[in-house]
């Protein structure tokens, strides 16, 4: 079965360097999406991305967040100047019209 | 704004027997509501769904229930296995045409030999 895989699994930056993190969604896939989940809280959304465009954001996805589709593969989410609490899991998702979400395993940033 | 709400954070059951892990929403323009399935470190595997026009779906062990009156859904899954303990996260959304997911807190359940 298709599969959205994720890079890094995990990463360590210091306090105001900009991270990237790397997604592959599932090649057919039409929208593609990023979620966090800090350590003991809710999955909570951060960016739809349809059309080459963002399509919704939630008020966590701020100036310092931004997404790209540089390729036809690739899917990155990135954070210019990372904060302490930009500490969480982070997953990629991807989906088609009218069906199932797909999430990838995930990547666990630690920001000192 | 706890638009998805699961009260209960952690279940245990018998093997063999039936989990009822329940949600409830607020919001009353969610349509379709689905429920994953969590591992520590992975991400959320898809388990089922339910579109607001049904009030149950059924896959094998597990059966979804929505109450669109009561703003209410709940997963069966009969018989448990111990395989199942996991976190269990509901979560809805408009349309389900692209548009984001408002999860619940999750229950954790766990399935005793």
């Known amino acids: 079965e298709p599969e959205v895989t994720q890079t890094p699994s995990h990463q360590v930056t210091q306090m105001g360097q900009e991270v990237i993190l790397r997604c592959v969604p599932i090649s057919n896939h039409l929208y593609f999406y990023w979620y966090r989940q800090i350590l003991g809280q809710k999955v909570e959304f951060l960016v739809s991305?349809?059309?080459?465009?963002?399509?919704?954001k939630s008020e966590i996805f701020d100036d310092q967040f931004s997404v790209e589709r540089p390729d036809g593969s690739n899917f990155t989410l990135k954070i210019r100047s990372t904060k302490l609490e930009d500490s969480a899991m982070y997953f990629c998702a991807s989906s088609l019209p009218g069906q199932r979400y797909v999430f990838g395993p995930g990547t666990r940033l630690l920001v000192l | 704004d706890q638009q998805v709400k699961q009260n209960s954070p952690s279940l245990s059951v018998q093997e063999g027997r039936i989990s009822i892990l329940n949600c409830d929403y607020t919001n009353s323009m969610f349509d379709y509501f689905l429920w994953y399935k969590k591992y520590p470190a992975e991400g959320p595997t898809f388990l089922i769904s339910i579109s607001s026009i049904k009030d149950k779906n059924e896959d094998g062990r597990f059966t979804v229930f929505l109450n669109k009156s009561a703003k209410h859904l709940s997963l069966h899954i009969v018989p448990s296995q111990p395989g199942d303990s996991a976190v269990y996260f509901c979560?809805?959304?408009?349309?389900?045409?692209?548009?984001?997911?408002?999860f619940g807190g999750g229950t954790r359940l766990m399935v005793k030999p």
């Open positions: 979560a809805a959304t408009r349309n389900n045409a692209g548009n984001m997911l408002t």
């Open positions: 991305f349809y059309n080459n465009e963002i399509s919704e």
